[in-house]
């Protein structure tokens, strides 16, 4: 058991004690007044009681009066008519009480004797007979003081004594329930960035120290997949990087150690700025997903008739498509006005056009259509009626650097990245990204935005 002033396992034990020592205070009073007061209930009854028998006998036996001081059962009582002593117990004078104050007439008071011994004592005058006598009764306290100091007693050693064993059990059960919280704490120090696959212990998943790990351990898993992801997006990404680099390379070097001719030499350089393009697309692709991830690519909405940047998508890639003897066709319903970021939207479309014009056979058929079936949302698709995307590569075609035949991607151009940024673009707008392809049979890139309402 260490000890640690800033624990919050001693704060704890510290705040239960001073709760529970107010309480049992707070409850030690409560008792002690509660008996005093019965107690004190039960000697002013038993003084009543008695001062009621004196009283009868002075009011209708009044020549009993001596007789029943003599040998009565009564003890302490004296009876003034006058200033004159009618009578008086043995035990009241013995005692001392002739010297006791005179209270409030009928109220009950207590008096300590000179011989050190408490009283209550009570005083009232009775008339019999045209005689009006001053009764002065008193009865022994002493039992009741004794019964209180025994009570006083239990609470002052009692209270010290409970309250030692709820700090240790307070601090022990303290310990308890906060154990789990240290070996989390053990756990979470161990967890570094290359030991992301390391999970916190838990005790009991439903109770809230179970629920806090469970917390933590599902933001690990989130951690681990980031990190997982972004060790292979750098891995991919220097790949890619080092592929056209070592072409540049190995042309430049081929061309340097041959003797060549201008024709030659020109040749050489196309191929080396062919790859250095090739280059500059797969970093401006790259720079573009990092400002992405970042956020930091400004998003400006401005309400766009969709019809009419498909058309102009398509118009852009209109030669592409000439070269391969492709047509591209817009069908559109109209105008469909959507609030969307221009710019990363017409980007969206231009990597599916793109793609649809490279990867379609000569001779192919291209679609975008622009329609609105559903009040809240515009919808472009790009339709083409090349090879295809078997279903096995669909879950995983969004995916950076995913690509169902690389070769061929590299061929035509492609980073691997146009559909990653395609996403991101679209659901920057607002909007998502589907797909459905038949092997041999096309594909449709589906993209769907929130409509604008005040369209036509
Ligand atoms: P790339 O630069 O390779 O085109 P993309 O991210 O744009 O990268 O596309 C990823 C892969 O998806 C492509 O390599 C290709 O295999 C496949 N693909 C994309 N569009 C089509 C399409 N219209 N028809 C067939 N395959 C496609």
Same mark, same amino acid.
């Given at each position: 058991?260490?000890?640690?002033?800033?624990?919050?396992?001693?704060?704890?034990?510290?705040?239960?004690?001073?709760?529970?020592?107010?309480?049992?205070?707070?409850?030690?009073?409560? +008792?002690?007044?509660?008996?005093?007061?019965?107690?004190?209930? /039960?000697?002013?009854?038993?003084?009543?009681?008695?001062?009621?028998?004196? *009283?009868?006998?002075?009011?209708?036996?009044?020549?009993? @009066?001596?007789?029943?001081?003599?040998?009565?059962?009564?003890?302490?009582? /004296?009876?003034?008519?006058?200033?004159?002593?009618? *009578?008086?117990? $043995?035990?009241?004078?013995?005692?001392?009480?002739?010297?006791?104050?005179?209270?409030?007439? &009928?109220?009950?008071?207590?008096?300590?004797?000179?011989? &050190?011994?408490?009283?209550?004592?009570? /005083?009232?005058?009775?008339?019999?007979?045209?005689?009006?006598?001053?009764?002065?009764?008193?009865?022994?306290?002493?039992?009741?003081?004794?019964?209180?100091?025994?009570?006083?007693?239990?609470?002052?050693?009692?209270?010290?004594?409970?309250?030692?064993?709820?700090?240790?059990?307070?601090?022990?059960?303290?310990?308890?329930?906060?154990?789990?919280?240290?070996?989390?704490?053990?756990?979470? &120090?161990?967890?570094?960035?290359?030991?992301?696959?390391?999970?916190?212990?838990?005790?009991?998943?439903?109770?809230?120290?179970?629920?806090?790990?469970?917390?933590?351990?599902?933001?690990?898993?989130?951690?681990?997949?980031?990190?997982?992801?972004?060790?292979?997006?750098?891995?991919?990404?220097?790949?890619?990087?080092?592929?056209?680099?070592?072409?540049?390379?190995?042309?430049?070097?081929?061309?340097?150690?041959?003797?060549?001719?201008?024709?030659? =030499?020109?040749?050489?350089?196309? !191929?080396?700025?062919?790859?250095?393009?090739?280059?500059?697309?797969?970093?401006?692709?790259?720079?573009?997903? !990092?400002?992405?991830?970042?956020?930091?690519?400004?998003?400006?909405?401005?309400?766009?008739?969709?019809?009419?940047?498909?058309?102009?998508?398509? $118009?852009?890639?209109?030669?592409?498509?000439?070269?391969?003897?492709?047509?591209?066709?817009?069908?559109?319903? %109209? /105008?469909?006005? *959507?609030? @969307?970021?221009?710019?990363?939207?017409?980007?969206?479309? @231009?990597?599916?056009?793109?793609?649809?014009?490279?990867?379609?056979?000569?001779?192919?058929?291209?679609?975008?259509?622009?329609?609105?079936?559903?009040?809240?949302?515009?919808?472009?698709?790009?339709?083409?009626?090349?090879? %295809?995307?078997?279903?096995?590569?669909?879950?995983?075609?969004?995916?950076?650097?995913?690509?169902?035949?690389?070769?061929?991607?590299?061929?035509?151009?492609?980073? %691997?990245?146009?559909? *990653?940024? =395609?996403?991101?673009?679209?659901?920057?707008?607002? %909007?998502?990204?589907?797909?459905?392809?038949?092997?041999?049979?096309?594909?449709?890139?589906?993209? +769907?935005?929130?409509?604008?309402?005040?369209?036509?």
């Amino acid at each position: 058991m260490r000890l640690h002033p800033q624990s919050v396992r001693i704060r704890l034990t510290i705040w239960y004690t001073i709760a529970l020592a107010l309480i049992v205070l707070a409850f030690a009073f409560a +008792i002690y007044f509660v008996v005093r007061t019965s107690l004190l209930q /039960q000697t002013d009854q038993q003084l009543n009681k008695d001062f009621a028998t004196v *009283a009868r006998v002075v009011t209708d036996e009044p020549a009993e @009066i001596n007789e029943l001081a003599q040998h009565g059962s009564i003890n302490l009582f /004296q009876i003034f008519e006058g200033n004159e002593v009618v *009578a008086e117990t $043995d035990d009241w004078s013995r005692a001392g009480l002739e010297k006791a104050p005179s209270g409030k007439i &009928g109220l009950p008071w207590s008096w300590e004797a000179p011989n &050190g011994l408490p009283y209550r004592v009570k /005083q009232a005058t009775v008339t019999s007979i045209g005689h009006s006598y001053l009764i002065r009764i008193a009865e022994d306290e002493q039992t009741m003081r004794l019964a209180l100091k025994s009570l006083t007693m239990i609470l002052l050693f009692g209270i010290p004594v409970a309250l030692a064993l709820a700090v240790i059990g307070g601090y022990l059960l303290a310990g308890r329930v906060l154990g789990p919280i240290g070996a989390m704490a053990a756990k979470a &120090g161990e967890i570094t960035a290359d030991r992301l696959a390391e999970r916190l212990p838990v005790e009991d998943p439903h109770d809230e120290f179970g629920r806090l790990a469970t917390v933590f351990n599902q933001t690990f898993a989130r951690l681990e997949d980031s990190f997982e992801r972004l060790r292979r997006f750098t891995a991919d990404a220097s790949h890619e990087l080092r592929t056209p680099l070592t072409a540049i390379r190995s042309v430049g070097e081929v061309g340097l150690q041959q003797n060549i001719d201008a024709t030659a =030499c020109r040749e050489v350089i196309a !191929s080396m700025l062919e790859e250095a393009d090739r280059l500059t697309k797969l970093v401006d692709s790259l720079l573009t997903l !990092s400002r992405a991830d970042a956020s930091s690519v400004p998003i400006k909405r401005e309400l766009t008739d969709l019809s009419a940047l498909a058309a102009e998508v398509a $118009d852009c890639l209109q030669v592409l498509a000439e070269e391969k003897e492709q047509t591209v066709q817009i069908v559109t319903e %109209g /105008q469909v006005f *959507a609030e @969307i970021d221009t710019a990363t939207l017409r980007q969206a479309l @231009i990597n599916l056009v793109d793609n649809a014009v490279k990867y379609s056979p000569r001779m192919g058929h291209i679609r975008v259509v622009v329609r609105s079936p559903a009040d809240a949302e515009a919808v472009i698709e790009v339709i083409d009626d090349g090879p %295809g995307i078997p279903l096995e590569h669909q879950s995983r075609i969004f995916d950076r650097f995913y690509r169902v035949d690389k070769g061929r991607s590299r061929e035509l151009g492609g980073t %691997g990245l146009g559909l *990653a940024i =395609c996403q991101w673009a679209v659901e920057v707008n607002g %909007g998502r990204i589907e797909l459905e392809s038949e092997e041999s049979r096309g594909t449709v890139f589906r993209v +769907i935005i929130p409509k604008h309402h005040k369209q036509s």
